[in-house]
């Protein structure tokens, strides 16, 4: 038999071979938690879309935090609901509204896990969109003063890590120069560089209650068409100044993150959002997919993309399957 041809089974032959030769690892670290915290008392309600997903009130916090920490989750990512809402949005920069007092608790009883605050108004706007607006035009300089307020408010009550997903241009330029500004030159920025205006986020808008009441979010969020935008966006939240860059959604936009992971320097994030996560938990609810094995799969997927952390509404159980094995 003279036939030539490569013997790539060598090297998958047992368990332990293949490990000796694995490329691409899941850590604890990787994983950034999102935790929902609403105005109220007594509140622990599940998002329907998202089982084993739940707005808490601050009085209720803890039952999840101590359950993060046993888990060995390292840093979680903060939304707020506030129980009232305007045409600003000024419950996003209340120096007591609601995330800046579930930081302060947090960072208080648990001072080892990192607090990422999510940047944004459409939360606690009246109209559900990211910015200012003015008939139907959604402004983009006037969102910039109420989102870098935003942020110094985050930042004094304790976030280690300020994430804005506004998708507004300069808010990366107008936040850096608000945080130095008000002392918080070591506060870093995980910027929504890359964000797409996509269908995968409705079940947060459940979630946070934050879905846009007129119109859609296309005049600000990417088209999921297009890959060459992804380079300029990500460019210009470099040169203003972002720390992380955030890729949004996660599995429809794995080239992107190999793009961006192989452009730029700098700590790649990859959103893996709640329609992803509400897909994978329908499909293991019918008894469709093996929930545990589709999991680890999306998220070493993710890993091999070029993502270097995860913010994952998976990350509590993948974390106690880590643990398992
Ligand atoms: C706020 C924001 C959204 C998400 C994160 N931050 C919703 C949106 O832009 O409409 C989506 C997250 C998810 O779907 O898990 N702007």
Known sequence: MDLQFKRHRRLRQNATMRSLVRENFIRLEDFIYPIFVIEGENIKNEISSMPGIYQFSLDR??????????????????????????????GAFHDHGIVQEATRFIKEKYPEILVVADTCLCEYTSHGHCG??????????SSLKVL???????????????????????????IRQGLDEAGFTHIPIMSYAVKYASS???PFREAADGAPQFGDRKTYQMD????????????????EGADFLIVKPGMPYLDIVRDVRNEFHVPVVIYNVS????????????????EQAVVMEMLTGMKRAGADLII????????RWLQEN
């Open 61 to 90: 916090l803890a039952e999840e935090m101590d359950e993060v920490q046993s888990l060995g989750i390292k840093s979680v990512l903060l939304f707020g609901i506030p129980a009232q809402k305007d045409e600003c949005g000024t």
């Open 200 to 202: 995968f986020y409705g």
């Open 224 to 239: 999921p068409a297009n890959r060459h935008e992804a380079f300029r966006e990500a460019h210009s939240d470099i040169e």
């Open 148 to 174: 870098t307020d935003t942020a110094v408010s985050q930042a004094k009550a304790g976030a280690d890590i300020i994430a804005p997903s506004n998708m507004m241009d300069g808010f990366v330029a107008a």
């Open 312 to 319: 994952t509404y998976h990350a509590k159980d993948a974390a």
């Open 132 to 141: 200012m607006v003015e008939g139907d035009q959604i402004l983009n300089d």
């Open 275 to 290: 329609g992803e996560f509400s897909m994978v938990k329908a499909a293991a609810a019918n008894g469709w997919i093996e």
